[in-house]
C-alpha cells in the first residue's frame, strides 16, 4: 500500500515535527509484528492492529 506513497518524505517530515516539538523519534521496522502481535492480542484481548502497535513500541524500547 505504501509503494505509491512518498514514504521517505512523510518519515522525514515526522521526524521534523518531533525535533522541533521536542519529542523523541526512532524509526523501527515493523517486520513481523502482525505475527508476534497475534500472542499479544489472546493475553491482552486487544484487535490485530493494537497488538501490532504494542510490538512496535517494545521493538522500539528494545524489549524481547
Known sequence: ???GFPFVKYMKAVE???LNRGVA???VNP???SKEGKKVMKRLGCSSH???A???ARKGLRYK
Open 25 to 27: 523519534f526512532k524509526y
Open 50 to 52: 493494537d497488538a501490532a
Open 54 to 56: 504494542y510490538q512496535i
Open 1 to 3: 500500500m505504501l509503494s
Open 31 to 33: 517486520r513481523n509484528t
Open 16 to 18: 521534523s515535527r518531533c
